[in-house]
């Protein structure tokens, strides 16, 4: 119930014409998908997916988050955050693989952190109904560490779809004439 309600907030908090996220439990994991059609070019929905050190400005939940390396396509990235609920707080330290497909695609993974299991995909779609992009997201976390069975998992899916609505808001901001942008 309150992934439902959280997952109304988020999608009233962006102005994207067709958004929708889903994020469900499966087992000790959370499975999210997520799109939105979005009014911008591919390279600025590019520019905003790829921002990582600037996330923390834009994306609620990330604290830290530095690239410690790139070998052409490949981008090795350290992050730090929390998932919040209500007054409960756990804490999120990963180190990720990131590979780059640009215009396109970012698929990322832990390789270390408080996480068991975690990977991301954002995909870059031309929408041609309606011109614009749409933007996709595919991911799974399942925590390295233990979380009470509803406020934990909760904790989990409003986080993701609070991140989720946090970067179409940026990649709209962007996107919005010069003399448009709050």
Do not use: C
Not at 87 to 94: G, N, R
Not at 137 to 162: C, K, N, S
């Amino acid at each position: 119930m309150a992934g439902a309600l959280i997952a109304a907030l988020a999608a009233s908090a962006s102005a994207a014409e067709d958004y929708d996220v889903n994020a469900e439990r499966d087992g000790d994991r959370v499975e999210v998908r997520a799109r939105a059609a979005i009014a911008a070019t591919p390279q600025l929905v590019w520019q905003v997916i790829s921002d990582y050190e600037r996330l923390p400005q834009f994306i609620p939940g990330i604290t830290k988050s530095t690239v410690l390396e790139r070998r052409g396509n490949q981008v090795e990235i350290e992050q730090r955050g929390e998932a919040r609920f209500l007054f409960f707080s756990f804490p999120i330290d990963v180190r990720l693989e990131v590979v780059e497909w640009p215009f396109e695609w970012i698929a990322s993974r832990a390789v270390a952190g408080t996480v068991r299991r975690m990977t991301g995909r954002y995909e870059i779609h031309p929408d041609f109904l309606r011109g614009g992009i749409v933007l996709r997201y595919f991911g799974t976390i399942e925590p390295g560490f233990d979380l009470p069975p509803i406020v934990g998992m909760a904790a989990l899916r409003g986080t993701v779809e609070e991140q989720f609505a946090a970067m179409v808001r940026e990649i709209e901001r962007r996107a919005a004439p010069e003399g448009a942008r709050p």
